[in-house]
């Protein structure tokens, strides 16, 4: 079955770029979307079909997805985007998640 | 506004049943193809099943397949998720979930606030 893996945690400090990477094989065939959830609450989209943000997501947050790996980059990082992410892809008709990375804004 | 809202959560026996329901508001249910997610106490997300707009198409995690039965109605504009021959591991916040598909991009807009189902004895 697919897979997507990530780096558990990400350390950066306000104002500064975090970068979060997804990887799976030839995941730059298929299109990447991300997901941030806070403690507590539901997850929230903030990035599809690999560049996309939704409305109302601010403009720091970008993507990007080529070869095996998606990037996710939060620019001049807030203390408000401390969180759990997570990429997701479809294949074979079935979901697939990330295993998440924990934000933290330090 | 776009509302899901689940419920049917609780605590269960091992080898016990469960139905979940989300109630789907602020946009036409009828056309969209609908999800379960869940995600085990301090674990990441994991997909359930997903049910297309009318119940034509229906796929399972291969966990699930043959315990869980995703189903709707759309009169109702509500999804359903019948869980049977529960096992701890299936212990879990259960979420409804919106998915959007264009152009072999496959992904979720939309979810609910989620409703815990603990397997336990």
């Known amino acids: 079955s697919y897979e997507l893996t990530q780096p558990p945690s990400v350390s950066v400090s306000p104002g500064q770029t975090a970068s979060i990477t997804c990887s799976g094989d030839?995941?730059?065939?298929?299109?990447a979307s991300w997901y941030q959830q806070k403690p507590g609450q539901s997850p929230v989209l903030v990035i599809y079909?690999?560049?996309k943000r939704p409305s109302g997501i601010p403009e720091r947050f970008s993507g990007s997805n080529s070869g095996n790996t998606a990037t996710l980059t939060i620019s001049g990082t807030q203390a408000m985007d401390e969180a759990d992410y997570y990429c997701q892809a479809w294949d074979s008709s079935t979901y697939v998640f990330g295993t998440g990375t924990k934000v933290t804004v330090l | 506004e776009v509302q899901l809202v689940e419920s049917g959560g609780g605590l269960v026996k091992p080898g016990g049943s469960l139905r979940l329901s989300c109630a789907a508001s602020g946009f036409t249910f009828s056309g969209y193809t609908m999800n379960w997610v869940r995600q085990a106490p301090g674990k990441g997300l994991e997909w359930v099943s997903s049910?297309?707009?009318?119940?034509?198409?229906?796929y399972y995690a291969d966990s699930m397949k043959g315990r869980f039965t995703i189903s709707r109605d759309n009169a109702k504009n509500s999804l359903y998720l019948q869980m049977s021959s529960l096992r701890a591991e299936d212990t879990a916040v259960y979420y409804c979930?919106?998915?959007?598909?264009?152009?072999?991009?496959?992904?979720?807009?939309?979810w609910g606030q989620g409703t815990l189902v603990t397997v336990s004895s």
């Open positions: 030839k995941l730059g065939d298929k299109y």
């Open positions: 979930a919106r998915e959007v598909s264009y152009s072999s991009s496959y992904y979720f807009d939309y």
């Open positions: 079909q690999d560049t």
């Open positions: 049910i297309s707009s009318s119940s034509s198409f229906i």
